[in-house]
């Protein structure tokens, strides 16, 4: 069921930016290097399909419910993940 929604989702976004990308030039440069391989990856560790590695070792983010431990597992797996796109600005912001 997980890999068919993963896979739902996957064909959802890509026929949204299909339909969008005719009409915005700047919108199917942007999903023209979207990474469908990358983006699969990224759904398999926050589904908990693959685990993650972060500071305190190595985890299955099982949930991502505000109140449940994988959320802080999610958490800084996202926080790492986007320190590496962004290393000066990435950081944790409380609502």
Same mark, same amino acid.
């Given at each position: 069921m997980k890999k068919f929604l993963l896979g739902f989702l996957?064909?959802?976004?890509?026929t949204y930016g299909i339909? /969008?990308?005719q009409?915005?030039?700047?919108i199917a440069s942007v999903i023209g290097a979207v990474n469908i391989d990358s983006l699969?990856? /990224?759904l398999q560790y926050l589904t908990g399909e693959k685990p993650?590695?972060?500071s305190s070792g190595t985890y299955y983010i099982t949930s991502r419910n505000y109140i449940h431990y994988g /959320?802080?597992?999610a958490e800084e797996y996202l926080l790492n993940r986007l320190k590496n796109y962004f290393p000066a600005s990435?950081?944790?912001? !409380? !609502?």
């Open positions: 996957a064909i959802t976004i890509l339909i /969008n990308a009409t915005d030039p700047k699969y990856q /990224n993650v590695t972060i /959320n802080l597992i990435a950081s944790m912001q !409380f !609502f």
